[in-house]
């Protein structure tokens, strides 16, 4: 990513990826991340972890425990209610927030004319069977000229803000949006694939390429051409 801008995250729960992305601008000396969560969300907005009232609680103890309050600009806060006095370019954008179809293109929406060029964008669990993550990254990252490189890493989908010479990687964007399109009617509308459905889904997952990022060949990549 570049090294101007801020690196945004939208949805923390307890904190993992928070101490992920705070440790490395720690290390680098270019932070702060700022992060961007209710701690009281519906259990819809955030699969499965709505048992608990708050995370709010677990969530400073994680970036206490590792040493990275100090990285960390901390919004409890919907991230509609951030956007609404945002005006800092992002470098990372990081959409692990509100699962459904709605709300994760309302998040991509909110925050988009705030990327620089060559800013990327990573929608977590687009390969777990959640609506908004998948078809967000297909219609608007990866059917974009907008954006330029892309990929899917574990379950995490990326792309490039290439606003100039993002057409230079259509036909990659494109091969990898004809795999991954196949997922989205197994989950349309909030639907959970059950059954011989959900063998199907797993089937054409398996084959959407998701292999861990090669650090050189992704450098490569992302530099430009
Ligand atoms: C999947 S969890 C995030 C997981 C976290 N990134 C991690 O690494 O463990 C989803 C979180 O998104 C939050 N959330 C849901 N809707 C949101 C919204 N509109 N704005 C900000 N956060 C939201 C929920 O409160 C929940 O804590």
């Known amino acids: 990513m570049p090294g101007q801008g801020t690196i945004l995250e939208i949805g923390s729960y307890k904190g993992k990826s928070t101490v992920g992305l705070a440790s490395i601008v720690q290390r680098y000396g270019s932070g702060p991340v700022v992060a961007v969560d209710p701690h009281s969300a519906p259990a819809v907005t955030d699969f499965g972890h ?18 990275v309050e100090g990285s960390v ?40 004319r705030h990327l ?22 297909v219609d608007e990252l990866l059917e974009s000229d907008q954006f330029g ?12 803000y290439r606003p100039v010479d993002g057409g230079q990687w259509r036909a ?3 091969a990898l949006a004809r795999k991954a399109t196949r997922l989205i009617p197994f989950v349309r509308d909030g639907r959970q694939p059950t059954g011989l459905a959900k063998l199907r889904y797993k089937f054409w ?9 090669k650090p050189d060949e992704w450098l490569q990549m992302v530099r430009g051409a």
């Open 50 to 67: 709505g048992s608990q009232q708050s995370s709010w609680d677990d969530f400073r103890a994680s970036l206490r425990a590792a040493g």
């Open 172 to 174: 990659q964007r494109r």
């Open 205 to 213: 997952r398996g084959l959407v390429p998701h292999d861990a990022v």
């Open 116 to 137: 620089v060029p060559h800013a990327i964008v990573a929608l977590h669990d687009v390969l777990h069977a959640f609506e908004g993550p998948i078809r967000v990254f």
């Open 149 to 160: 490189p892309a990929g899917v890493c574990g379950s995490i989908g990326w792309a490039q």
């Open 73 to 112: 600009e901390v919004h409890r806060a919907y991230s509609r209610d951030l956007a609404k006095g945002w005006d800092r370019p992002i470098r990372f954008l990081w959409i692990d927030g509100d699962h459904t179809y709605r709300g994760a293109k309302q998040d991509l929406e909110l925050f988009r």
